[in-house]
C-alpha cells in the first residue's frame, strides 16, 4: 500500500513534534528513542530541529510582590536531534543522536531572601544527551528484533533552591534498549515493542548554601553524589492501513518514574534533595492520509496522566497533560521534508508543603512547539 511515492509503512509521526520536555511529560523525560528511521529501506539520514515555547506556563509563587504572579517559570527551548542508518542484507545497523532528559526551569528562587520578593520554584539548567548505537536484524519479511546501546551524558548543571545552589559535574552512562517487531507489509501493518531497563547516572555534587541555607546552619558540602536515572520503560508503537491512502498509527509508553527518582545526598536531611515522581504512561493516536502523490497530513491526539490536582514537589509544574498535533509531509525525489505544530494543554496542579501551606499554583497553562525534519534516502 502506498501514497503514491510516499509508502505507507514509511509514515511515523516526527516525535520532536509531539514532546514538550519536562513540564509537560513524566519525570524529567525530554523525548524517546524513535527507531522508525531504521525501518527505512537502504541508506537513510534525518535531521530534526525543535522549538518549544514555555511563554504561557506560568505559575503564581509564594511571593511578597504583584511582580510575581503570573511568572513564567519555564524556559523556552532548542531541540535539534540526527539519525543515520545502512542496511547489509538482513542486518540494519544506526546512529541516533538526540536530547532524552531535561529540566529548564526559571522560577527565581534565586532571588528569594526569605523576606521581599523572589519565589520558592527554584531554577535549574540540566541536560541529558543520548546517543544510541541501533541495531535491528529482519529474522524475516515479518519479524524482527531490536537492540540499542545508549550512551546517557549529562551536561554540567547546576540547580538552585531557596536553601543554595547545587552544582552537578558532568557524567555519562551507558544503558540498553530490547526490541521486537512485527509487520505484514501489504497492508502497513507494524507493531514494535521497546523495552529499556533502568539505567543509573552518579555524579559528583557540591552545594553551597546562601543567606537562608546558612541561617538554617547549613554549611557547603563537597563532592556528594547526585543520582539521576533513565527509568524503565516500555513503549508500543503501531501503524495499520485503515483504507485507502490512510494510515492509523500510535503509541503506549509506560515509564516506572517512582523507581527513579533523582536524588543529590548532602548527607543531612534539610538540605538533601529528593525528586517526588510518579509512574506515568503516555498515550498517542493518529492519522496520516494522501492529499497528492507527493504530500501527506498527519494529525494526532496526545495524552499523558499526571501526579494529581496538589502536590509538594516545588519541581513540579503541571498535573498531565492533553495534546493535538498537525504536520504536512512532502517528498521531492529521495528527500522528505515534515513540519508541523504541536499545542499542549497542560493539566492544573497546586503545590504544597509539608505543613500544608500553599506554595505555588500552575493554572490553564499551554506549551507549543514548532518542528522541522529533513529526511535522505541513498
Do not use: C
Not at 509564594?62 to 504572579?69: A, E, I, Q, R
Not at 503516555?282 to 494529525?299: H, N, P
Amino acid at each position: 500500500m502506498q501514497i503514491g511515492r510516499i509508502k505507507m509503512n514509511k509514515l511515523w509521526a516526527m516525535p520532536i513534534l509531539f514532546a514538550a520536555s519536562q513540564a509537560t511529560a513524566g519525570g524529567w523525560e525530554a523525548s524517546k528513542l524513535d527507531t522508525s528511521f531504521m525501518y527505512q529501506e537502504g541508506g537513510y539520514a534525518e535531521l530534526s530541529y525543535g522549538s518549544v515555547d514555555y511563554s504561557n506556563l506560568k505559575g503564581n509563587a509564594l511571593y511578597t510582590s504583584s511582580s510575581f504572579k503570573d511568572q513564567k517559570t519555564a524556559k523556552n527551548q532548542t531541540r535539534i536531534s540526527g539519525a543515520f542508518k545502512m542496511s547489509y542484507g538482513n542486518l540494519d545497523v544506526g546512529l541516533s543522536s538526540f536530547r532524552s532528559g531535561t529540566i529548564q526551569m526559571q522560577g527565581g528562587a534565586g532571588t528569594y531572601n526569605g523576606s521581599d520578593g523572589g519565589t520558592v520554584v527554584p531554577d535549574a539548567d540540566a541536560d541529558l544527551n543520548t546517543t544510541s548505537f541501533v541495531g535491528k536484524y529482519n529474522i524475516s519479511e515479518n519479524y524482527g528484533v531490536i537492540f540499542a546501546a545508549n550512551q546517557n551524558s549529562l551536561s554540567k548543571t547546576r540547580i538552585t533552591t531557596i536553601l543554595g545552589d547545587y552544582d552537578v559535574k558532568a557524567k555519562e552512562v551507558t544503558g540498553f534498549t530490547y526490541g521486537f517487531s512485527y509487520s505484514q507489509p501489504e497492508i502497513a501493518l507494524r507493531v514494535e515493542l521497546l523495552y529499556m531497563p533502568k539505567s543509573e547516572l552518579k555524579a559528583s555534587s557540591n552545594y553551597t548554601p546562601n543567606s537562608i541555607g546558612t541561617s538554617y546552619s547549613l554549611n557547603s558540602v563537597s563532592n556528594f553524589t547526585t543520582t539521576l536515572s533513565r527509568p524503565e520503560t516500555t513503549t508500543v508503537n503501531f501503524q495499520s492501513g485503515i483504507a485507502e491512502n490512510t494510515l492509523l498509527f500510535g503509541s503506549v509508553h509506560k515509564a516506572a518514574w517512582k523507581k527513579a527518582q533523582i536524588y543529590a545526598n548532602t548527607n543531612v536531611a534539610l538540605s538533601s534533595v529528593v525528586s517526588q515522581f510518579k509512574d506515568t504512561t503516555e498515550m498517542q493516536i493518529g492519522l496520516a492520509r494522501k492529499i497528492s502523490d507527493s504530500t501527506a497530513l498527519i494529525a494526532s491526539y496526545t495524552s499523558e496522566n499526571g501526579y494529581g490536582k496538589t502536590h509538594t514537589s516545588t519541581f513540579t509544574q503541571s498535573n498531565g497533560k492533553q495534546g493535538i498535533s498537525l504536520a504536512v509531509r512532502y517528498n521531492i525525489d529521495n528527500l522528505t521534508i515534515t513540519g508541523g505544530y504541536t499545542f499542549i494543554n497542560v493539566g492544573d496542579v497546586s503545590i504544597f508543603n509539608t505543613s500544608n501551606a500553599l506554595q505555588a499554583t500552575y493554572k490553564n497553562n499551554e506549551v507549543s512547539a514548532l518542528g522541522l525534519k529533513l529526511g535522505v534516502s541513498f
